[in-house]
């Protein structure tokens, strides 16, 4: 216990401070201190008699007014113990669980002591081997930085990505969205927006309330949108194929706002499940393969018209490790431009494959005729991946079909300027 000097005087810079202004505040922390002094504890009855000045009738179970301003002390203190009284060698504390003040010692910071002791070239010899130390580490980061950037790096002469990255066109980017419409509940009285995997398109909708009819009233369109869990990991990936080219180069846009003068200005690369193709049906209705979305399946066409081969996944939900088939598909746009399909029924369906057509070793795998016969390499190509995982995660890819593109078919496909218009509708494959 220190002696009472040492303790009026601890109390009256803590008084002084902007903390303990309030009179009630200085009244009750004299009175904890000078029973501190005299080795009493007091309790809370009599703080309220001596401090408060309540009557006989005190009743703690009904009123808090010690335990309260014990409380508000408290925190009082260790906010001025971390401000005016910061360098304060002793500090007087109030434990919980009692009142009865406490003067504890802190320890002293021996660490700038012995910093004194420490002569200063040797200082200044560990600031020098600090600072090599650092510029090592920069040069080995900014080195492990260029090999990974040379293992993702894309040439513009690969066979895949060549028509983008030498073609005179901006590139346009197409993130598949899903449908989403509004619903009211009256008796609620609230608004919810609604993701039916039935319905994914304005003409859906319709077609849902044309069986539906008393659902008119509840149902009204929304501009809103959702995406899938691949979209940020497939951005980043095409951005660090365009890295370096002008902004303007290489632009992003929603299937849900896409316009057929968007595709015939462009080269596109649309990413999204097939729920999503919207107006990119248009193209993927040209290849050889077709989807049906209840349940999963696959349609392997090879002379486009008959079906020669029905590939199924097991089930339709699925919330554990699981197949995807992905259809990754490029072809000429009909307008000198390029297009690329990339669409699956899970999101990592459409990462892994994306992994695979940036894997620089790929076109050599293609050119060995690992994935076909025919040991030359088309620019426009049709492939049908089936990758095993989980969310967003894949862990096994493989190439079931690969197949050179039917070129005439997309070269005499359209003439996009006067065939079509931008309000063109499509019917959504089931």
Same mark, same amino acid.
């Given at each position: ?38 080795? #009493? ?35 009082k203190l260790e906010t001025y113990y971390l401000? !005016?009284?910061? !360098? ?32 200063? /070239? $040797? ?12 510029? /090592? ?11 990974? #950037? ?28 899903? /449908? ?13 927006? $609604? ?7 304005k003409e859906d909708l319709v077609k849902y ?15 809103? &949108? ?41 080269? $596109? ?74 669409? &699956?029924? &899970? ?42 995982? $989980? ?6 890819? #493989? ?32």
């Open positions: 216990m220190i002696d009472k000097s040492t303790a009026e005087k601890i109390l009256k810079k803590i008084l002084s401070s902007q903390h303990f202004s309030g009179e009630s505040d200085q009244k009750f922390l004299k009175y904890l201190v000078n029973a501190a002094l005299k080795d #009493e504890t007091p309790k809370e009855t009599t703080i309220a008699f001596e401090v408060f000045e309540r009557g006989a009738d005190f009743n703690p179970a009904q009123d808090s007014i010690v335990r309260t301003h014990i409380y508000a002390l408290r925190k401000s !005016d009284g910061k !360098d304060d060698e002793v500090r007087l504390v109030i434990p919980k669980g009692h009142y009865k003040v406490e003067f504890r010692m802190i320890a002293q910071k021996k660490i700038p002591h012995l910093l004194q002791t420490i002569p200063h /070239y $040797i200082l200044i010899g560990i600031s020098i081997f600090l600072l090599i130390v650092s510029i /090592y580490s920069w040069r080995k980061n900014i080195s492990l930085s260029k090999r990974i #950037e040379a293992l993702t790096f894309i040439e513009k002469e690969n066979p895949i990505w060549k028509h983008f990255l030498l073609s005179e066109m901006p590139t346009l980017i197409i993130i598949g969205d899903y /449908y989403v419409f509004q619903q009211s509940y009256q008796k609620l009285g609230r608004e919810r927006f $609604i993701r039916d995997v039935e319905i994914n398109s309330i044309e069986v539906h009819p008393e659902e008119k009233d509840r149902i009204n369109e929304t501009n809103l &949108s959702y995406l899938g869990k691949e979209v940020p990991w497939c951005l980043q990936k095409l951005f660090n194929i365009f890295k370096g080219f002008d902004k303007d180069r290489v632009k992003i846009k929603l299937a849900s706002c896409l316009l057929w003068e968007n595709i015939h200005e462009n080269n $596109i690369i649309f990413i999204g499940h097939f729920k999503t193709l919207r107006i990119m049906s248009h193209f993927f209705d040209r290849l050889r393969f077709k989807y049906q979305l209840f349940p999963h399946k696959i349609y392997y066409c090879p002379n486009h018209t008959d079906t020669l081969e029905t590939i199924s996944l097991e089930s339709y939900y699925r919330h554990g490790f699981h197949s995807d088939f992905a259809v990754v598909a490029k072809f000429p746009g009909g307008n000198n431009n390029t297009i690329m399909i990339i669409t &699956s029924f &899970s999101s990592f369906g459409k990462i892994e494959s994306l992994k695979k057509l940036t894997d620089s070793t790929f076109p050599t795998e293609i050119l060995n005729g690992k994935y076909t016969n025919n040991k030359t390499f088309s620019p426009y190509f049709e492939i049908l991946f089936r990758v095993y995982g $989980i969310e967003h995660y894949g862990y096994n890819t #493989e190439i079931l079909k690969f197949n050179e593109a039917d070129t005439n078919i997309f070269n005499n496909q359209y003439n996009i300027t006067s065939d079509f218009s931008s309000d063109y509708t499509f019917q959504v494959n089931k």
